[in-house]
């Protein structure tokens, strides 16, 4: 790997543990002022609305500019999303400012992996970036989650500084105080990462003609054979993963009676069981095989169904690593196959926001009707049952349509799968 690579990797390390800790801080803070359920399990799709809103936008942002600045600025929003949250903003306000700077920051992060790599090191790259994000979700959870605990909340709520009151008085603005050094030092990296030397599209004086070639570039990509099926799969998956982050709590609150701060390392144990299966995948898989992981997709579905029948810690920890496991599997040869299509048909930043535009759609969809029904009454166990039936029946459906395209379109297919053979072994 070029040097730069790991320049990129620590800075999108230090900014998704500032990311995954902020969200169970905002929890904290949401239950701490007796907000209802509703509102906490409205944080996720909150999280996703720019990412949907302004996608036909910042994929050419990243595309017209160095994407080491790209993130630098969007690194910077999110600075002033915490701000916000810690001197009275609301929360679900606060954290959608949070979700506009992460996707500004994904095309960037996601884009110049294409730029700086050869096809060949595609998947062993997205296992490595995939593999330290979830090692990011684990310790950002965990650290959130100890941050607004009993243990290290009074230590960070007794620290003084001499003629300055800051009116930070609870263990969730004390934790999001300290989260905005997170982010000043993934910033600092962002500072660090080198230019790539390839060259800038300008982005166009009316910034509306960008609609029309966003909605090309989506059509693009769901009409390319290979395109719409690694598309529907990572966008299936993680639109179900992030709406999990926040049922794992519930559920954890329901079955076992656990606490935030409880609660968070089991969503840290999901995380483990991707990392691992995310390493995994960059050892074992090529490009070209990357379909051959769909049925995994079912499996997980069924996992996350016989979550309903266990009530014990030491059952639910190994259990939720093998969910996760499947998951990492899964969506690091998927993710590789989509860019390396996405990046030939139409540029690394403009591929990366179609398919951030549809993954967050998902979890935009899937989590305001979560949040929905639970304003309505539905229980953690009933939306784990849902969130089940949904992934292992569309990954079923998804597993049909490649077996149709092969059969119907057998020749574009092999095509196809050949470019992705000839980058892996030339590029």
Request: with cysteine; net charge neutral; hydrophobic share 55%.
């Amino acid at each position: 790997m070029k040097r730069g690579f790991f320049t990129i990797m620590s800075a999108q390390f230090f900014s998704s543990l500032a990311d995954n800790a902020l969200f169970v801080g905002a929890v904290q803070l949401l239950r701490s002022s007796h907000a209802p359920e509703w509102q906490q399990a409205a944080l996720v799709p909150m999280f996703a609305l720019f990412y949907v809103i302004l996608a036909p936008f910042v994929g050419a942002f990243a595309d017209a500019y160095p994407k080491g600045r790209v993130m630098l600025v969007s690194n910077t929003i999110k600075i002033v999303g915490c701000l916000m949250m810690l001197f009275g903003s609301h929360p679900l306000m606060s954290y959608a400012i949070v979700g506009l700077g992460a996707a500004a920051y994904s095309p960037a992060k996601y884009g110049i992996l294409t730029e700086l790599l050869p096809a060949s090191q595609l998947v062993k790259a997205n296992g490595w970036i995939e593999g330290l994000t979830i090692a990011s979700i684990i310790l950002g959870v965990l650290l959130g989650g100890q941050m607004v605990g009993p243990n290290i909340a009074p230590y960070l709520l007794s620290l003084d500084f001499p003629l300055l009151d800051t009116g930070i008085d609870t263990a969730p603005e004390a934790a999001i105080s300290v989260l905005i050094g997170v982010y000043l030092l993934a910033a600092w990296f962002n500072t660090r990462i080198p230019d790539t030397g390839v060259a800038m599209r300008p982005l166009p004086r009316n910034l509306i003609v960008l609609l029309p070639d966003f909605w090309n570039c989506n059509l693009r990509l769901w009409k390319d054979k290979l395109g719409q099926i690694s598309l529907s799969t990572t966008t299936l998956f993680w639109g179900v993963s992030g709406n999990l982050r926040y049922i794992v709590l519930a559920w954890a609150s329901a079955a076992l009676g656990y606490t935030v701060t409880q609660a968070s390392a089991l969503v840290g144990v999901v995380a483990i069981g991707t990392a691992v299966g995310a390493v995994a995948a960059s050892l074992r898989m090529r490009l070209e095989h990357a379909t051959l992981v769909m049925p995994l997709g079912i499996g997980m579905g069924i996992l996350v169904l016989l979550l309903n029948f266990i009530d014990n810690v030491w059952v639910a920890a190994p259990f939720l690593i093998l969910l996760g496991g499947l998951g990492g599997f899964l969506v690091v040869p998927m993710n590789a196959l989509l860019q390396h299509r996405g990046h030939n048909l139409m540029g690394a930043g403009r591929s990366i926001a179609v398919q951030n535009f549809n993954e967050q759609a998902c979890i935009l969809l899937l989590g305001g009707l979560y949040s929905l029904s639970t304003g309505m009454g539905l229980s953690a166990f009933g939306a784990i049952s849902v969130f089940g039936i949904l992934v292992a029946g569309f990954m079923w459906l998804i597993k049909r349509w490649h077996s149709y395209n092969c059969r119907e379109h057998g020749a574009e297919v092999e095509h196809l799968l050949d470019i992705a053979r000839n980058d892996n072994l030339h590029g």
